[in-house]
């Protein structure tokens, strides 16, 4: 083997491994690239599902809320009417003691 095909032999291999290396490279930021889409997508998942999951969360709080207002408020009108027919009741009463009351004096 002579002195030229030495150096054809050395820079063909050269050339074989800068083509290996750029490849390398080529890979290597593929794979950094796809990890990073993969990473956002992974948070942009967890988002999705946390929002989600809050929603409902807040949706099951709120239901109960509007139940417990519910039957608050129905005790309340019952107690009004209450009131309301009581006070029906002892109006004359009270008109009559006014009355009186007036009277004496």
Sequence with gaps: MGRADVLRTIRDAEADAKATLEKAEREASNLVMKARADAAETVSK???DSDA???AILEKS???SEKEATAVSSEGDSELANVHDSG???RSKAI???ISNFDQS
Excluded: F, I, S
């Design 46 to 48: 967890g988002r999705q």
């Design 88 to 90: 029906e009741k002892n």
């Design 62 to 64: 709120r239901a109960a």
């Design 96 to 98: 009559d003691l006014v």
């Design 53 to 55: 999951e809050a929603n």
